[in-house]
């Protein structure tokens, strides 16, 4: 079985331009959740998307946006990117609205300069 | 709404002696704790999870944590480590219900050194 997929693994943006990351989820799992971690910052909840649908947002900017697709596979995209902006976002699936632990991906190292 | 706290960021310890890496939370109802681990250059990996029943939870490879609810604790020990456990460990909570997220700390480096 497939796990969850992130792509790219790394992607290097000027500051001001747009960032758009993708996940894959686990097959049979409807949720998706991204995080960001910065460094020395820990884990920091961005996103969750279920069915569609976005559950709950973490404390982030609005310019930090995203959507699950149909197959419920996901798109993170962060407008007017910022230095501080860098950072390892990682994406996890879990089944329907299960929160029994989630699995996550390898991550996309976002760098901005 | 729940929070986590990893007091220590980096534990030293010699190959082969005991360890525990400190998690403590805080919630207003009953929660779900997780310890995941995570190697360098990698995403992270479910170590264990109290979810409910025996409070003391193991993983396969010897790790284990107690969830203690008078001390809001769920620290992960483990009686003998190896090199190869070097890595950054982040306790997480979430409270019941599904339409709760996972909480993380802000992770604890167990430096095994020979």
């Known amino acids: 079985e497939a796990g969850v997929t992130q792509s790219p693994t790394h992607l290097i943006k000027t500051r001001g331009q747009q960032a758009t990351l993708r996940c894959s989820p686990i097959s049979g799992h409807t949720s998706v959740y991204w995080y960001q971690q910065a460094l020395g910052l820990g884990l920091q909840f961005l996103l969750w998307?279920?069915?569609?649908?976005?559950?709950n947002r973490g404390n982030f900017p609005p310019r930090f946006s995203g959507r699950q697709f149909p197959n419920y596979s996901s798109e993170l995209n962060v407008n007017a990117l910022e230095l501080e902006d860098s950072a390892l976002y990682l994406c996890?699936?879990?089944?329907?609205?299960?929160?029994?632990?989630?699995?996550f991906g390898s991550g996309t190292r976002l760098t901005v300069v | 709404a729940q929070s986590v706290t990893q007091l220590d960021s980096q534990v030293p310890v010699f190959e082969e002696a005991p360890v525990e890496l400190r998690c403590n939370y805080s919630?207003?109802?009953?929660?779900?704790l997780f310890w995941y681990v995570q190697y360098p250059n990698q995403g992270l990996q479910l170590l264990l999870k109290?979810?409910?029943?025996?409070?003391l939870v193991e993983s396969i490879n010897g790790f284990e944590a107690e969830f203690n609810k008078s001390q809001t604790s769920f620290h992960l020990r483990k009686p003998s480590v190896h090199i190869s456990d070097t890595a950054e460990y982040f306790c997480a909570v979430s409270g019941w219900g599904a339409t709760n997220k996972l909480i993380f700390g802000t992770g604890t480096l167990l430096a095994v050194q020979p």
């Open positions: 996890a699936s879990s089944l329907r609205l299960e929160n029994y632990g989630y699995t």
């Open positions: 109290y979810l409910s029943g025996s409070t």
């Open positions: 998307y279920d069915e569609g649908e976005e559950r």
């Open positions: 919630s207003s109802v009953s929660v779900y």
